[in-house]
């Protein structure tokens, strides 16, 4: 299951492993609508990119659907795009020009790289050799990085060329506003790394179970973190302390 919020706005979408997606109101703490049960599959992960209208989301058989949001941002409309990218979609993520976005699917141990209006593979499907877990792009969008079971990966997004390869087992990856860092989760722990040299810059052994997903902010990069039998924290990169 995944969540994200439609920029401006106090909805939230949802997808799940029952098949369907569905638009939350934060203030009235209530669903909106019925649910859409557009993935045939479970869906595991979604996403929308801020200023645009635009959601993806991908399914467990490897189907990404592309979703419109209405006018009054309430109301969610399939767009007549269906992808097919292997099986078990992990992660799908837009770059910051919100005209393409990555996918990272799980069994095909691939990612690709998609142009949103056209449907094309911009980027050719990268062969990574183990389970692909997550992906993003550089606020530059000048990188793609995958999180993936054996190792992290970074490529040049025109070329496909692998830039860095991290031997590090990965949940969740992500870099900091400025690009020069790479923060990862990994079973136990988080690694900032310089993203130039892969050399770890810190690394921080608090997990007692699986990460969950990181995020950021505009005005802070945070790395959230959540203990399943304790309490959540949030790390600022200014001074790299835990913050409770």
């Known amino acids: 299951m995944d969540v994200t919020f439609i920029p401006g706005t106090h909805i939230l979408v949802t997808c799940s492993e029952d098949k369907s997606i569905r638009i939350w109101d934060l203030n009235t703490e209530k669903q909106v609508g019925e649910p859409l049960p557009d993935h045939d599959y479970g869906s595991w992960t979604i996403a929308a990119f801020p200023g645009t209208r635009w959601i993806v989301s991908g399914g467990m058989n490897g189907i990404i659907l592309v979703w419109e949001v209405a006018t009054h941002k309430s109301e969610l ?3 007549p795009i269906l992808l097919n990218h292997g099986k078990f979609i992990w992660g799908v993520i837009f770059a910051p020009d919100s005209e393409t976005f990555a996918s990272a699917s799980y069994r095909d141990e691939t990612v690709c790289l998609w142009k949103r209006e056209t449907v094309e593979v911009v980027l050719r499907p990268l062969k990574v050799n183990s389970e692909v877990n997550s992906v993003l792009h550089s606020p530059d969008e000048i990188k793609l990085t995958a999180g993936i079971n054996k190792h992290i ?28 860092r790479l923060v990862s989760g990994n079973l136990k722990d988080i690694r900032i790394s310089d993203v130039a ?18 995020n950021h902010s505009s005005q802070w990069f945070q790395i959230g973190y959540h203990f399943l039998q304790h309490d959540d924290a949030v790390l600022r990169p200014d001074h790299f302390r835990t913050h409770r």
């Open 77 to 79: 409309k399939r767009v």
């Open 197 to 214: 040299t892969g050399d770890i810059i810190k690394q921080f052994d608090a997990h007692c179970q699986k990460l969950s997903p990181t």
């Open 153 to 180: 990966i970074i490529w040049n997004t025109e070329t496909g060329e692998e830039l860095l390869k991290i031997i590090q087992r990965t949940w969740r990856v992500a870099f900091t506003p400025d690009g020069l």
